[in-house]
């Protein structure tokens, strides 16, 4: 089983939509956690991030973490065709030795 | 503001040529850098890191090394290049601190022939 699990997508969603994007992990060590975007030939760019439980805004982006379930979201309000990317989760302990661990992405496309 | 960049965007080699891709950051100081490699719908696998001048720690036994000679300049090799290097590289840094998040440069595409 892999630490952290993605959807690879790919997600299709008419614009101005609400966009939920998931991940599941299985260390419960992990207290920090992620979401990068990523555009095409592009590098990944931090959207957000947090270390507790609940949730988390920003703009049109809400991060919700359940450490309880093992499970975070990121939500997008009033999609845009800007927001298509593909979306990365990443975790990581607190221990100073531990890396991030990254999903593999999902790809979310916002038709106009 | 901290900035991070990267070249060549895009490289090819031919195989068993040398390898030499340079990173450099900007706008912080004794940053933690890292050299990953990301493969098409996979996550990124971490190659390289390193807390300080020629400290390098190395994940994955490979055909790649690693240098970090000044303190914001971070440097990934190979002497001689295999089919299976081909992939998107990609420099990231942060600040001191065992959990600060990442940021990343724009990444190299090599493409070995």
């Known amino acids: 089983q892999k630490e952290v699990e993605q959807d690879p997508g790919p997600l299709s969603v008419p614009e101005g939509a609400i966009v939920s994007l998931n991940c599941t992990y299985s260390n419960s060590a992990f207290q920090y956690f992620m979401w990068y975007r990523q555009y095409s030939r592009k590098g990944p760019e931090l959207l957000m991030y947090?270390?507790?439980?609940g949730n988390k805004e920003d703009g049109r982006f809400t991060a919700q973490v359940d450490k309880s379930s093992k499970y975070i979201s990121l939500f997008i309000r009033d999609s845009q065709p800007s927001d298509s990317a593909t979306y990365l989760c990443a975790m990581r302990a607190p221990s100073s030795a531990s890396k991030i661990i990254f999903g593999s992405g999902t790809r979310l496309s916002i038709r106009p | 503001s901290q900035t991070i960049h990267q070249w060549p965007a895009t490289l090819v080699q031919p195989v068993g040529s040398p390898l030499s891709l340079e990173c450099t950051v900007e706008?912080?100081?004794?940053?933690?850098l890292y050299w990953y490699r990301q493969a098409a719908g996979r996550g990124l696998q971490l190659l390289f890191y390193?807390?300080?001048?020629?400290?390098i720690s190395s994940e994955v036994p490979q055909n790649l090394s690693a240098s970090r000679p000044q303190d914001r300049q971070f440097i990934l090799s190979s002497k001689k290049l295999l089919l299976s290097d081909s992939g998107f590289y990609l420099c990231?840094?942060?600040?001191?601190?065992?959990?600060?998040?990442?940021?990343f440069g724009d990444g190299t595409r090599l493409s070995i022939l």
């Open positions: 706008g912080t100081s004794n940053p933690n």
């Open positions: 947090t270390y507790s439980s």
């Open positions: 390193s807390v300080g001048i020629g400290q």
């Open positions: 990231a840094w942060s600040t001191g601190g065992s959990n600060q998040p990442q940021h």
